[in-house]
């Protein structure tokens, strides 16, 4: 059950910033067909859902400040019985109202004929345009009824203003109610990855174990995973966004598994690294050691009063003089970090915001400069090396290992808090826990 009262103190602080002689319009997702007459699973627009808790499709919420009637009116579907009977229920209007404490609920059907009025006397349309052609004409067509009026007195917005700078701002900073679903998104991903782990056999198949991560996130109450989860073993975990999981793992053979399940519209994040027979090889544990050094770097510079690229710093640092010590790249380290000669084999960010959206919302720079970072945010930690056997370069003890760790971590008032932490990632614990797996 929804806390109503956490999405109406959300909807009167964006009401408060945009402020009067404003009008705000945002439409949820629509359906996507995922071939002839099969749909996607629907999952509504982020933005949309921060604000009103509403789960169905064929909705537009509409905020006006300072409303005598109502400030926060839901456009939605009607009750119907004989399509109820088909699809399954609907909240219809009274729902609106009473379950997600709209003010007013209308028709979806009958907007045409109702926003223009509600537009009309506003100075300016908070809304994003660009994200549904369709739905951008129908605002158009709705302001310029308006304007075919004004020679009646009537007065028709001049300013269109996207809604992300105050709506994404908010979104960055995670209230406790977040951070809760959160923590219990990260908590049903860590007992999935132990259960790939304590699963993973020599001679299996990459997608029988992305099964057993979607097994897992179902029976937890996470429908779905965040993002198409990556299973990669031996070559595969090369490359960063792998997701056939088609191929046989094989004896010797390091796995790859990033995969995040979605917990009530909020995602986790979480990547792990482990030998597929439950032994890591000694090169297989020099590198993924060195991986491991690097994130306990980076994520011991997250603390308030540190920026965002501090850790991303702290773990470029730790992976080239590791690379340098092993004899993967030769040189002097600052001048390897200087010429970017590490992106040879750490090509991506240590992270990114995390929140209702894997990759979430959230400026990395405030005026061209990184952003401090500030309690209640929440990121990702996941530095990785990607050594692949077609690097003419790379010593052949090294070619064909992928490694990277990923936790999810909340910057707290002090310092951080590692949403993921039970998730296995010393070698000796994993190894214990593939060993104790019968």
Known sequence: MIDIKEFKNRRKRFMDMIGSDSIAILPTASISIRNRDVEFPFRPDSDFFYLTGYPEPEAVVVLIPDREEGECILFCRERDEKMEAWHGRRSGLEGAT?????????????????????????????????????????????????????????????????????????????????IKLMRKAAEISTKAHKRAMKNCRPGMYEYQLEG?????????????????????????????????????????????????AEYQCYASDITRTFPANGKFSKAQRDIYNLVLSAQSAAINEIKPGKHWNEPHDAAVRVLTEGMVELGILKGDPEKLIKDDDYTKYYMHRTGHWLGMDVHDVGDYKLDGEWRMLEAGMVMTVEPGLYLPAN????????????????????????????????????????????????
């Not at 052609?133 to 300013?159: C, H, M, S, Y």
């Not at 991560?213 to 595969?236: D, M, T």
């Not at 808090?417 to 797996?437: G, H, Q, R």
């Open 391 to 438: 690097s003419e370069s790379l010593p052949n003890q090294w070619r064909n290992i992928g490694v990277r760790i990923e936790d999810d971590v909340l910057v707290t008032k002090d310092g951080y808090d590692i949403l993921s932490k039970d998730a296995p990632k010393a070698v000796d614990e994993i190894e214990e826990l593939m060993a104790n797996a019968g």
């Open 212 to 260: 057993e991560l979607i097994s897992e996130f179902i029976q937890n109450g996470a429908r779905h995973a965040a993002y198409p989860s990556i299973v990669g073993s031996g070559k595969n975990a090369c490359i960063l966004h792998y997701t056939n999981n088609s191929d046989e793992i094989i004896d010797g053979d390091l796995l790859l598994i990033d995969s995040g």
């Open 98 to 178: 009473t379950i997600y404490a709209a003010d007013d609920a209308f028709p979806v059907e009958d907007m045409d004929d109702i926003l223009p009025g509600l537009i009309e006397g506003h100075e300016r349309i908070y809304y994003n345009m660009g994200g549904d052609q369709n739905f951008d004409q129908r605002v158009l067509g709705w302001v310029n009824q308006i304007r075919d009026k004004v020679r009646t007195g009537v007065t028709a917005p001049e300013e269109f203003i996207s809604l992300n700078h105050f709506l994404h701002e908010m979104r960055l900073y995670k209230s406790r109610y977040e």
